[in-house]
């Protein structure tokens, strides 16, 4: 029995189709795409008055276990992927023990099949218990599953031994995820070093942490010819280092955030600490260069680093809380809100960055489009929607976020992973 979805307006990365159309999914896969294709056994979802994109995916989100199963699992963190329109997701290896030898990854794996929502997609550490000391066995870690590669949480500082990532990387076909934030620069900063951290008098961590290790990470790519993807750029200066690379036909790539196009540094006068997050929320100019950036083509994709943390973690001083914010839910909601909407980006180049691109750059080469004989992962939204983001409709484990209270558009309606529907607002 297969899923037949009808009258839907597809939007793929590289145009919308102005005409409807019937979606067969048998077998985990899309089978036909026609209009007026006859329902046999099939379950129906009418999409009418919808649009039917390719599922979403993350290729940056934070799901606790193991460790901290109290701020986020797989399973809490599959169902708030799917409510936000996520098929696959993409975990960081900074869980207690660290992702860093093959029995945590295959662990994650059959959790996540078990929880049978989403595919989720264990990111390797780059270093053993990401301590910059010894590399991990990347081909094991490869073998058992993981596409990419990350220290995330922090930089690979010895640069050394991040050259020596790369080089691995390059020979066995994966991707290398660098946090880009220098600690010894960013030296105890609890938000963006500027104006407004003077002001509150907390302490600033300067954007040159971030372009630093932006500018050193691009050379050494240039240097070995090797790939290398900039997580969660967050500065003006690092969109145009990353645009220049670009021009030299350098192999980077580069995601940005919600939150670091949605927020500035001023949301932190509020001292919720909700919006304390790595990299900082920086200024007017750096929102607006990354808002550029991402229409341009300079940023490739757009990723949540959803970061749970618990009521608990987080309700201390500013000082003392965690770094991040949970948002799986939200990053559609504020894609279209702040970019689709405004006439930034169209439904189309959302598709691209939030499917299509972040599945090409990890490899995930039947997944972000919708075609005969792709995966039958599908989130079908409806972007008009107007909806509010409230602390009760998050399904995540934790709240931590700085968008509660805030008037979004754009609803998932369905989320089908694999020809199944896993989602279905009610
Ligand atoms: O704000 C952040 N939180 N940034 C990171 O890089 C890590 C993340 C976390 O794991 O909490
Ligand atoms: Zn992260």
């Known amino acids: 029995m297969g899923l037949l979805i009808k009258n839907a307006i597809i939007v793929n990365a590289d145009k919308i189709w102005d005409t409807r159309q019937d979606i067969l999914c048998e077998g985990g896969k899309i089978t036909q795409i026609a209009s007026g294709i006859a329902s046999g056994k099939h ?4 999409a009418a ?20 199963e109290d701020k986020e699992t797989i399973e809490t963190g599959s169902r708030a992927a799917v409510k936000g329109g996520f098929t696959s997701i993409m975990c960081m290896p900074n869980t207690s023990p660290v992702i860093d030898n093959a029995m945590v990854v295959e662990f994650i794996i059959r959790e996540a099949h078990r929880v049978g929502l989403c ?16 590399l991990t066995d990347m081909a094991e870690l490869k073998a058992s599953g993981c596409l990419a590669f990350s220290d995330d ?15 691995y990387a390059k020979m066995l076909d994966v991707l290398i995820i660098e946090h880009c934030q220098d600690p010894l620069l960013s030296a105890g900063g609890v938000m963006n070093e500027g104006v407004v951290s003077t002001k509150i008098g907390l302490k600033g961590d300067p954007g040159i942490a971030e372009t630093v290790t932006v500018a050193r990470d691009i050379e050494i790519a240039l240097y070995l010819n090797a790939r290398v993807h900039l997580a969660h750029m967050s500065l003006a200066r690092s969109c145009e280092l990353i645009r ?15 939150h670091h196009f949605c927020l500035t540094d001023e949301a932190c006068s509020s001292f919720d600490t909700s919006t304390k997050v790595n990299p900082p929320l920086r200024s007017k100019e750096d929102v607006e260069a990354i808002k550029k950036a991402i229409a341009d083509g300079t940023i490739d994709c757009i990723v949540t ?13 500013f000082d003392g809380a965690p770094f991040g914010l949970i948002g799986l839910e939200t990053s559609l909601g504020l894609t279209i809100t702040e970019l689709v909407k405004p006439g930034i980006i169209d439904l189309s180049k959302m598709v691209d960055k939030m499917s299509f691109t972040p599945a090409r750059i990890v490899g995930l080469a039947n997944k972000g489009i919708i075609k005969t004989g792709a995966d039958a992962d599908i989130t079908i939204i409806d972007p008009d929607h107007e909806w509010t983001v409230t602390q009760e409709g998050f399904v995540s484990k934790s709240k931590n976020s700085p968008f509660i209270g805030r008037k979004l558009k754009g609803q998932v309606e369905y989320t089908i992973c694999g020809g199944k529907t896993v989602y279905r607002r009610v």
């Open 153 to 167: 949480g922090k930089s690979v500082l010895n640069s050394r031994l991040f050259r020596l990532a790369m080089e």
């Open 305 to 317: 680093d959803h970061a749970p943390h618990t009521k608990e973690d987080k309700e201390v001083g």
């Open 244 to 258: 220049f690379a670009k021009s030299q036909g350098i192999k980077v790539t580069a995601e940005a955030c919600p």
């Open 49 to 68: 008055g919808k649009k039917v994109l390719p599922g979403l995916i993350d290729i940056h989100t934070h799901l606790r276990q193991p460790g901290r």
């Open 43 to 46: 379950e129906i979802i009418d």
């Open 119 to 134: 595919n989720v997609y264990p990111i390797g550490a780059i270093t053993k218990g990401q301590q910059d000391g010894e």
